[in-house]
């Protein structure tokens, strides 16, 4: 493996007898940003919870120097903070309670409070919109992750359903969060956010069509093969 924070090298995910995902290799080193970009049911979701550990996959595979797929959790927290798309708890926690559950209400509180969701810290999950619980997990990823900086982070969509404000203080946090040493990498549909990232991994049918900079992977050419013509006329 080299030096990157995450390595993945032919990683495949196979579900009910279906190749989800096929041979993708994909790094990040610290104070990168990688966009893993694709049209819907082009495996970005499998892939990111395959980098997280959380699916059982072949090829190689290490996260801050360990393998997610073989080390307990409470080792995997400490190198990587990982938010799905559509969280879901099994209790109706407090919002405050997602601090405690991580040992850090202060942390925590800091979070909601950038993602502009402080005043919701004491009402339960239910009592929240799809968009404003995704905030709330978010900022737990986030708090997570803050003490030492120089982890992963894992993020499935995460401005998803949010308004346009929280939208941009979720970028701002993820390219904060590789600024300071972190290796951030983003599932999205947002080309506009994988033009800002490092780098960009393009999904289709579980295989990776291109990586690298933005400029050489979010092209015409690849934009109308892997998303239709109308997506490179609308772009």
């Not at 919701?120 to 239910?126: A, Q, V």
């Not at 992963?152 to 969509?157: F, Q, R, S, V």
């Not at 960009?200 to 892997?226: D, F, K, Q, W, Y």
Request: net charge negative; charged share 20%; proline share 4%.
């Amino acid at each position: 493996m080299s030096d990157a924070l995450i390595q993945a090298l032919g990683l495949g995910v196979e579900i009910a007898g279906r190749r989800i995902i096929d041979g993708v290799s994909l790094s990040a080193t610290r104070g990168q940003t990688v966009a893993i970009v694709g049209p819907n049911g082009a495996g970005k979701t499998t892939l990111l919870r395959a980098l997280a550990g959380l699916l059982p996959s072949e090829g190689e595979l290490e996260v801050g120097g360990y393998d997610p797929r073989i080390i307990d959790a409470a080792a995997c927290a400490q190198t990587r903070a990982y938010c799905a798309q559509k969280p879901v708890s099994a209790w109706d926690y407090r919002v405050s309670d997602l601090g405690e559950i991580i040992g850090d209400p202060a942390g925590y509180a800091h979070w909601l409070t950038k993602l502009q969701l402080g005043e919701f810290s004491d009402r339960r999950l239910s009592e929240l919109s799809g968009g404003e619980q995704k905030g709330a997990h978010l900022a737990m990823a986030f708090a997570a992750l803050e003490e030492p900086f120089g982890g992963a982070l894992l993020l499935d969509e995460p401005a998803a359903a949010l308004d346009l404000s929280r939208q941009e203080a979720v970028r701002q946090a993820i390219m904060a969060f590789a600024q300071a040493g972190a290796a951030c990498v983003v599932a999205t549909h947002d080309l506009s956010f994988a033009q800002r990232c490092d780098l960009v991994a393009v999904l289709s049918e579980g295989r990776l069509i291109a990586a690298g900079e933005p400029a050489s992977t979010l092209t015409p050419a690849i934009i109308s093969e892997v998303w239709g013509a109308w997506a490179s006329s609308a772009s």
